[in-house]
């Protein structure tokens, strides 16, 4: 399986912005599809954004407009730059890589903390 490897979390103030990168070990390019979800405390993960390997982009409700999800083929790497952060943007990031819903095949990334409080 891949390995991969998020990074760019951290604290924000309400308003802000942060860019998440997810590291390949291999070329994405073989993928149908990566993507982040994210979890935030007692809650269930939820898919936050994905795209396949046409170019097909999906956002949850909750972020269109504010989150932008992006690859970069040539290196390997995923990224989601998120704006306009809010309080309840506050979880664990976590990518992906395999299918366009993730199953038990899918590769997941360790998850990076974002914290979104004044």
């Known amino acids: 399986q891949v390995q991969l490897v998020e990074s760019g979390g951290g604290l924000v103030q309400p308003g802000g912005s942060l860019r998440l990168s997810c590291a390949a070990s291999?070329?994405?390019?073989?993928?149908?599809?990566m993507g982040w979800y994210r979890q935030a405390l007692g809650k269930q993960r939820e898919l936050v954004a994905r795209?396949?390997?046409?170019?097909?982009?999906n956002y949850a409700a909750s972020v269109k407009g504010r989150f932008t999800i992006s690859r970069d083929i040539a290196k390997n790497t995923l990224y989601l730059q998120m704006n306009s952060l809010k309080p309840e943007d506050t979880a664990v990031y976590y990518c992906?890589?395999?299918?366009?819903?993730?199953?038990?095949?899918?590769?997941w990334g360790q998850g990076t903390q974002v914290t979104v409080s004044s």
């Open positions: 795209i396949s390997s046409g170019g097909n982009i």
């Open positions: 992906y890589a395999g299918a366009w819903v993730p199953g038990p095949n899918n590769s």
């Open positions: 291999g070329s994405i390019f073989s993928f149908n599809a």
